[in-house]
C-alpha cells in the first residue's frame, strides 16, 4: 500500500542519515517521505536542516514552500516560494503555486502576473510536449477565472479560449475546465 511505502521510505532515508546526517538527498528524501505522509512539520524541520547548509538550495526552498503551504503557513509559504524564484525565476512549479497562493488567501491581482509568468516558465521548462500541454491548459483556465473574477471579461474568455484550443489540438478535452 501506499501508506506502508511511505513507512518504509522514512526508514531508508531515516537509515541513511544515521550512516551520514550531513546527505542532502537522503535528508530531502526523508522530507519528501514525511511529507507524503501528511507530516507536513517533520517534513518541514528535514527541509529546514537543508535550507541551514545552503539558503539558497531551490529544491528545497520550493519543496519547504509546498510544505508549508500544506500545512496552512501561508506566508511563509509565498516567502519561500519568492526565495526559490529569486534563485531560479523560471521556476514553473513554483511561479504556479505561489500564483495560486495569491489567488486563494491574497489578491486576485496578485495572482494574474504569476499566471502569465508561469506560462513563460513553463515553455522555457517543459521536458516534454505533454508536461507542458496540461500545465499550460491548467494555467490558462486559472488565469481566466482569475480574470473573470477582477472584471475583465474579454481576456478572462481568451484565456480559457486558449486553454480550450490547447485541448482540442492536443486531444485533451477533458482537461479543459
Given amino acids: 500500500t501506499a501508506a506502508q511505502d ?3 521510505a522514512v526508514a531508508l532515508w531515516t537509515r541513511a542519515l544515521e550512516l551520514d546526517a550531513g546527505h542532502r538527498m537522503s535528508r530531502i528524501n526523508l522530507a519528501l517521505a514525511f511529507h507524503g505522509r501528511g507530516e507536513f512539520a517533520a517534513a518541514i524541520s528535514h527541509f529546514d536542516v537543508v535550507l541551514a547548509g545552503n539558503n539558497r538550495d531551490v529544491e528545497a526552498l ?24 529569486d534563485e531560479d525565476p523560471d521556476h514553473a512549479e513554483a511561479r504556479i503555486n505561489l500564483a495560486a497562493l495569491f489567488h486563494k488567501h491574497g489578491s486576485v491581482a496578485d495572482a494574474v502576473p504569476h ?17 507542458y500541454v ?41 482537461a479543459v475546465g
Avoid: W
Wanted: charged share 20%; net charge negative; proline share 1%.
Fill in 62 to 85: 520550493y519543496n519547504v514552500a509546498v510544505s508549508l503551504q500544506h500545512f496552512g503557513s501561508v506566508q511563509p509559504s509565498a516567502d519561500a516560494y519568492f526565495a526559490a524564484l
Fill in 6 to 8: 511511505d513507512a518504509d
Fill in 134 to 174: 496540461d500545465g499550460a491548459i491548467m494555467i490558462h483556465n486559472n488565469l481566466g477565472v482569475a480574470k473573470y473574477q477582477l472584471g475583465r471579461t474579454a481576456e478572462a474568455l481568451a484565456a480559457h479560449g486558449a486553454a480550450l484550443e490547447l485541448g482540442e489540438r492536443y486531444g485533451r478535452t477533458d
Fill in 115 to 131: 499566471y502569465e509568468r508561469a506560462l513563460e516558465a513553463l515553455r522555457v521548462r517543459a521536458t516534454d510536449e505533454g508536461s
